[in-house]
């Protein structure tokens, strides 16, 4: 139960004792798990039907293992994998694992300047890349240096080129000698943060980092009655597998002997036709997907029986969206709050841990969460605004070759700062406001553009929005909305920023006004690229 008013720490409440977290290899540890579920399907695509089963992952990972190891991979070595939703990609990440280096999950969109530098801040010598993007992964190793790539296999088959077949088939004299290593130090992956305000940064996750992952997901599936159906039966996997929300989603689907059905791209077609052939009962998701899904008739048009359930992360699900999604489909939504630097959900709206409308959700176990004053760094009480930092087993280690980001972020008793601004209730409940670095300054008042937002899409017409604050003589910044109508909508600027000053304090207006577009500017996972807005107006008043 809640302390009362005053500032205090957030903590799982759960009765049942967390388990401790083993430190041990995360992939050795998980291929003993999952090896019970022998000859089931384990990983599906989607377009073809190819397939492996359990017994092949084991089969796989063993040789592939082998063959990173006669290539020289070894402990604290780091190895590319470069490519979208792949049945060979949990495959090469287990591998890596089990030598002791760590695999670093890379978009396949990037372009070659991009991947470059995650080649440089990651210290990547081998690589396993998708036919498809292959001439870019060589143009972007050739921009850091030719002697920098050590091997390559291609996931494909490319004239000339070694593939990951040729890596199973690596012929070994005696079975590599398992290294030692401390799983709690040693990374066993780096994903790269979304870089939304700045360069990508490598999240360096230890072995340790996600055993707890792993055992958080196990924890709070227990505590479902018993004799309850495993949503995770057939889950879907839309989510790119290199970003840590579908990685958590991928692990889960595993650990429990289920299905996961690797679907590359988005597409309304082949996202039901996904769901209606292979039956599939969860599908994870992003906010505008969920938007798509709970606006789109193609629900009439399909089997979805099979389905069970939703669930949203990577940015904040609007409560209309998820209710119309929820009405739409007929099937249940929930949704989380986490981060690449925490490596787990860090809490959960709905399920065994309960529901709030507009809440992120409820504290999950092994952290710890306090909400700070941003001026004064103090923790503030109940209903108060502030800046959330956690702590917990499941931490990143750092940011990788760059310790002046890794000390801005964590501090020196271990809370990391998440950047985002939120609040708690009195029942515990998390909710999240705003961005730190997202705040626009006016006049010296700090606006929430999430604010603004929020009513501007409780207008008729409006599809999407985003607000940015671009430069101002007079304010020092102003709020500019930049506003997605919907299909056949007319819209007046004037009256929407009308419907926003009638509504907020004379700072919080639409100053910087109202701008249309067709679509506003989102990285894979959803998030509003702003920076991109706000470099756009600010290039644009350049030339006047």
């Avoid at 995360?26 to 399907?41: I, K, T």
């Avoid at 792949?86 to 089990?98: E, G």
Wanted: proline share 6%; aromatic share 8%; net charge neutral.
């Amino acid at each position: 139960m809640p302390e009362g008013k005053g500032p205090r720490i957030l903590k799982w409440e759960g009765s049942v004792p967390v388990p401790p977290i083993p430190n041990t290899n995360f992939a050795s540890f998980f291929l003993n798990v999952v090896a019970q579920y022998g000859e089931a399907a384990a990983l599906v695509d989607a377009a073809t039907g190819k397939r492996h089963t359990y017994g092949d992952i084991q089969h796989l990972v063993s040789r592939v293992r082998d063959g990173f190891a006669a290539a020289g991979v070894g402990v604290g070595d780091s190895v590319l994998l470069l490519t979208s939703n792949h049945i060979d990609a949990p495959v090469v990440l287990f591998s890596t694992m089990l030598r002791g280096a760590a695999c670093v999950p890379v978009n396949p969109y990037l372009t070659a300047e991009e991947l470059a530098h995650v080649i440089r801040v990651s210290g990547a010598r081998w690589a396993v890349v998708h036919e498809e993007v292959l001439k870019v992964a060589e143009e972007a190793f050739s921009l850091v240096g030719s002697r920098v790539l050590r091997q390559l296999w291609v996931l494909g088959d490319v004239a000339g080129r070694a593939s990951l077949a040729d890596l199973i088939r690596t012929e070994i004299g005696d079975p590599p000698v398992a290294e030692a290593f401390d799983p709690a130090t040693t990374v066993a992956m780096m994903p790269f943060s979304s870089g939304t305000t700045g360069l990508p940064k490598g999240v360096m996750l230890s072995h340790r980092n996600l055993m707890t992952a792993y055992l958080q997901s196990k924890y709070i599936r227990e505590l479902n009655p018993p004799g309850s159906p495993n949503a995770l039966q057939c889950t879907l996997m839309l989510l790119p597998t290199y970003h840590i929300y579908g990685h958590l989603f991928l692990m889960g689907c595993l650990s429990t002997g289920g299905k996961a059905v690797m679907l590359q791209k988005f597409s309304p077609e082949k996202y039901f036709e996904a769901i209606q052939n292979y039956k599939v009962t969860f599908s994870p998701i992003v906010p505008h997907i969920a938007k798509f899904l709970s606006e789109t008739p193609l629900w009439q048009k399909y089997d979805l029986s099979s389905l069970m359930a939703f669930s949203s992360g990577s940015a904040p699900l609007p409560t209309s969206t998820m209710m119309n999604l929820m009405k739409r489909s007929g099937k249940g939504a929930g949704q989380g709050y986490g981060m690449t630097e925490t490596c787990a959900t860090v809490a959960v709206n709905g399920g065994a841990v309960g529901f709030k409308l507009n809440a992120a959700g409820k504290l999950l176990p092994y952290y710890e969460c306090k909400v700070i004053d941003v001026k004064t760094g103090q923790m503030v009480g109940e209903g108060v605004e502030g800046e959330i930092c956690l702590r917990g087993p499941s931490i990143m280690l750092g940011y990788v070759n760059n310790a002046q980001a890794t000390s801005d972020t964590i501090d020196s008793e271990g809370w990391l700062h998440t950047g985002d601004l939120g609040y708690y209730d009195g029942d515990n409940f998390l909710y999240l406001t705003d961005r730190i670095k997202d705040l626009i300054k006016v006049k010296g008042y700090q606006v929430c553009p999430s604010e603004l937002e929020k009513l501007l899409r409780d207008v008729e017409g409006v599809s999407d929005v985003a607000v940015v604050g671009v430069p101002s003589d007079r304010l020092g910044e102003a709020p500019r909305a930049y506003v997605v109508p919907a299909e056949g909508a007319t819209l007046d600027p004037k009256e929407l920023m009308k419907h926003v000053a009638d509504k907020v304090l004379p700072y919080k207006q639409l100053s910087g006004g109202v701008e249309f577009v067709e679509v506003l500017p989102k990285n894979h996972m959803g998030k509003v690229l702003k920076r991109q807005l706000k470099n756009k107006f600010i290039k644009f008043q350049s030339k006047l």
